[in-house]
């Protein structure tokens, strides 16, 4: 660690050059936001006031923290969020209502067995009713379904969620309906991740269409953007981002890091003093030449959050690596800038 810290400290800032505020150079453009956790805003409130101007609830408004037994809502620390980006006048996501993952274990039970799917579905109807008008006022936009389109290339969706097993597909348009009904002014994204992949992208695109189609009020997609330093290439990116759009759909990065690693680099370490400065490099120019594609969208792009504030805490470390440490964000370990938030902060303003 003290290799990695060395090279960081040593890119960290321009000499004698305050850091400029994140979110303030982009007022021209869209938001920026982070995924953020309440440990977060408890510990560095100085730090997301000056650099964003929007904040994702990362684990306070999934399911299983807000309603961790029937009928039984848990809504401090997602209630403290929503007072912090009311004192500092920032925008607030939710996320996310329907997920594969991180749900209490009554959700699909019955007794000793599963929940038919009317029961299912109505404790989503009862989940949706609660939340969604608690935080009307607050949150602007909600990723209402999460993940659904399977990664396996012959499959559609995801037919191993529990989601899918008891309810079918029609839970996904069902969602969004209900959160409609509760908070008519909401803008609500279908999130994932791969979405630059051709065969993803597609079968997204066609889950957007035919729900689109049939009258579901879907408004944005919202592209996870849990990259490397390789991937995806700039004409990938664009080919999604209109992709999306031409649905006439907003489309927000909702998730953005960039790792050191590629995703079958499964090495645990970069021992090379040398190689670690060059990919640090490489990430910087990965930032800078996707945020010059996020500025050049800036008419359908409404919105780029990044996952975490630094590196020293990302949900990167040990995934998917156990015990191997990630340096995937735009400030270092001690939360200073990094050659990859000059070359985001550094463009000429039209």
């Given amino acids: 660690m003290i290799l990695v810290t ?16 994140l979110y303030q150079a982009y007022m021209e453009y869209f938001p920026i936001g982070a995924g953020v956790e309440y440990w977060d805003i408890l510990n560095h409130r100085e730090f997301l006031v000056k650099h964003f101007n929007s904040l994702t609830a990362g684990n306070e408004m999934k399911f299983a923290s807000l309603q961790p037994s029937e009928g039984v809502f ?11 980006t009311r004192k500092h006048k920032m925008l607030l996501r939710g996320h996310t209502l329907v997920w594969h993952q991180q749900y209490p274990s009554w959700l699909f039970a019955d007794g ?21 008008p608690r935080y009307k006022d607050a949150v602007y936009c909600w990723d209402v379904v999460n993940e659904a389109v399977s990664d396996n290339m012959s499959e559609f969706l995801r037919k191993d969620s529990p989601w899918y097993k008891a309810a079918g597909e029609d839970y996904i348009a069902e969602a969004f309906r209900l959160a409609h009904q509760a908070d008519p002014d909401a803008k609500l994204f279908y999130n994932d991740y791969g979405t630059t ?66 995703w079958n680099d499964k090495r645990r370490f970069i021992n090379d003093p040398e190689e670690l400065k060059v990919r640090l490099e490489m990430q910087a120019e990965q930032y800078r030449e996707i945020f010059t594609v996020f500025r050049e969208y800036r008419d359908v792009i409404t919105g780029v959050t990044v996952w975490g504030l630094g590196d ?8 998917p690596v156990r015990g191997r440490k990630d340096l995937p964000l735009l400030f270092d370990l001690d939360y200073q800038p990094k050659e990859a938030f000059w070359e985001v902060v550094d463009f000429a303003k039209p």
């Fill in 112 to 132: 000793a067995g599963p929940a038919s799917r009317e029961l299912v579905l109505k404790r989503l109807a009862d989940h949706i009713n609660v939340v969604v």
């Fill in 6 to 21: 060395g090279v960081l400290v040593g890119e960290a800032a321009k000499s004698g050059e305050e850091t400029p505020s």
């Fill in 197 to 262: 992949g051709a065969n993803k992208r597609e079968k997204i695109y066609v889950l957007l269409e035919d729900l689109l189609a049939a009258g579901v009020p879907v408004h944005g997609m919202g592209m996870q953007a849990h990259w490397d330093i390789t991937s995806p290439s700039i004409n990938e990116l664009e080919t999604a981002i209109r992709r999306y759009a031409s649905l006439g759909l907003e489309v927000q990065i909702t998730e953005l890091d960039i790792s050191l690693y590629g």
């Fill in 74 to 84: 848990a809504f401090f620390r997602a209630d403290e969020m929503v007072s912090f």
């Fill in 312 to 319: 020293a805490r990302t949900w990167k470390d040990n995934f």
